[in-house]
């Protein structure tokens, strides 16, 4: 798929999702975008709690009624392509965030890792990571403040339509939790831009909202102001 392919696919997706007029806003956004664009993001953390995960993991999964689930874990391109070896393919799979193609096999390029959920050997669901300030550099990723020492950065969360509303999204984030707790990751950080639908599956997740953040791009100036809600997150695991 081209890029103008996956344009013209992303315009008909928000024509038939949100309307004419959206689509329309979409359009004037593309336009100014390379000379300023201004967003309200949405912040989230999750402690992590070994203990805590292993029961919720146990408790949840006599609830998930989909035989034959199999989380795996994909820290490089290397490990993807063994994993097609094997019938499990999630690359070229056309997600909200993958429509060209090519996509994911970036992510694992940059550093990100990702956390994927099979049926069987049907690609359902995927969660994918920060792990370090360089890769979030690589990414341009919002400049979210993580103290990657003991914190990883949260994005990229997605599930099978025709598996959506039967425990896959917590499936998968139970699953990702538990290898990053073991890991020592202490606590998981998320910036969203806002969206109702987004708020609901994040918190859905366990995860709470401590803040937001405006980030403005005028040229080649960036500009992200943080605003948390209650205390500094930062300052309590440095």
């Known amino acids: 798929m081209n890029l103008l392919t996956e344009k013209l696919t992303i315009a008909e997706k928000i024509r038939l999702n949100n309307g004419l007029s959206a689509l329309v806003l979409a359009g004037l956004r593309f336009l100014v975008k390379p000379f300023y664009?201004?967003?309200?993001y949405y912040l989230y953390e999750k402690p992590l709690d070994?203990?805590?995960?292993?029961?919720?993991?146990?408790?949840?999964?006599?609830?998930?009624?989909?035989?034959?689930?199999?989380?795996k874990v994909v820290t490089s391109n290397q490990e993807a392509e063994q994993l097609e070896k094997e019938g499990f393919v999630f690359r070229s799979y056309p997600t909200d965030f993958n429509l060209n193609?090519?996509?994911?096999?970036?992510?694992?390029?940059?550093?990100?890792?990702?956390?994927?959920?099979?049926?069987?050997?049907?690609?359902?669901?995927i969660s994918w990571?920060?792990?370090?300030?360089?890769?979030?550099?690589?990414?341009?990723?919002?400049?979210?403040?993580?103290?990657?020492?003991?914190?990883v950065f949260v994005m990229g969360?997605?599930?099978?339509?025709?598996?959506?509303?039967?425990g896959l999204h917590s499936y998968t984030s139970n699953h990702r939790d538990l290898?990053?707790?073991?890991?020592?990751?202490?606590?998981?950080?998320?910036?969203?831009?806002?969206?109702?639908?987004?708020?609901?599956?994040?918190?859905?997740m366990g995860s709470r909202k401590c803040g937001q953040a405006n980030y403005t791009k005028i040229l080649f100036w960036r500009i992200w102001k943080e605003t948390l809600s209650d205390r500094n997150l930062d300052s309590q695991l440095a």
């Open 50 to 71: 070994l203990s805590a995960i292993e029961a919720k993991i146990a408790k949840n999964q006599s609830g998930i009624n989909i035989p034959d689930l199999n989380f």
């Open 37 to 40: 664009a201004r967003d309200l």
């Open 129 to 151: 990571i920060i792990p370090s300030k360089k890769t979030q550099g690589k990414m341009k990723a919002p400049p979210l403040k993580v103290n990657y020492n003991s914190e």
């Open 101 to 125: 193609h090519t996509r994911y096999t970036l992510l694992l390029d940059y550093g990100m890792i990702a956390f994927c959920t099979f049926v069987g050997k049907e690609f359902a669901a």
């Open 157 to 166: 969360i997605w599930c099978h339509p025709k598996y959506r509303g039967m």
């Open 179 to 204: 290898y990053l707790a073991r890991l020592g990751t202490r606590r998981l950080r998320g910036a969203t831009v806002y969206k109702k639908t987004i708020q609901a599956m994040v918190e859905s």
